[in-house]
């Protein structure tokens, strides 16, 4: 795999590949796929509640390159954002009036990089997710199964590429961070994979999806 660009292809993941049969195992055990119980799930926190958060939600979205070799997908999110600007990220956003999670997150899948609703299947929901910056971030987890060709949105996503698997589900290529804000200490996740940084809030994400399906 590459580097990230502004268009990439995903294929449907080899459903019997063991990394994926374990996955689709494992995650039949998270919440339903419709999100519908999230608000009752317990909440995974950078640092305090937050009881007034906002309600979001990402797309943790499985693949194959054009290899066969299971893989992630994320994006890089355009640098005139006024948050998080450059960073890596999930696609998400938002949960609007009358959605739930995985409708919120597959619609902005759909904005960000193209990605057509009825191309993947969603697997689970995993728990909340609380963000220092006030949101409430459901990971709703999902199957990409026909080959799809996604495309950035400039107007929110500078690139996008895909991450294998295996080196997301590898616990020493992760290390934890620490930077001060406003006089607090902010601990973190992060990894390089692809070239690129991931850390931060998409980091804890991710590990915290990870540490739900296959402990710690």
């Known amino acids: 795999m590459g580097r990230s660009a502004t268009s990439l292809t995903l294929f449907p993941a080899d459903a019997e590949a063991p990394p994926l049969n374990a996955l689709a195992a494992r ?16 909440r995974v926190t950078e640092v305090a509640a937050h009881e007034s958060a906002k309600d979001a939600a990402v797309l943790v979205a499985i693949g194959a390159d ?14 005139h954002l006024s948050a ?11 949960i609007e009036a009358g959605e739930t999670p ?5 619609r902005e899948a759909a904005e960000e990089v193209a990605l057509p609703e009825d191309a993947a299947t969603v697997l689970g929901t995993a728990e909340t997710y609380l963000t220092r910056t006030g949101f409430a971030v459901v990971p709703v987890i999902a199957r990409i199964d026909r080959p799809v060709t996604l495309t950035a949105n400039p107007g929110e996503v500078s690139s996008v590429f895909a991450v294998p698997l295996s080196e997301l589900l590898e616990r020493a290529r992760w290390r934890r961070g620490r930077i001060v804000h406003r006089g607090m200490v902010h601990r973190y996740f992060e990894t390089i994979s692809q070239g690129h940084r991931i850390w931060g809030v998409t980091a804890g994400i991710l590990r915290s999806v990870h540490y ?5």
Not at 27 to 42: C, E, F, M, R, V
Not at 66 to 79: I, N, S
Not at 212 to 216: A, E
């Open 27 to 42: 995650t039949g055990k998270l919440l339903p796929p419709d999100g519908s119980t999230s608000a009752k799930a317990p």
């Open 102 to 106: 995985a409708m919120a997150a597959l």
């Open 66 to 79: 054009h290899e066969g070799v299971p893989a992630l997908l994320l994006t890089v999110r355009a640098t």
């Open 212 to 216: 739900k399906l296959y402990g710690p």
């Open 84 to 94: 998080h600007a450059g960073q890596v990220a999930l696609p998400g956003g938002k």
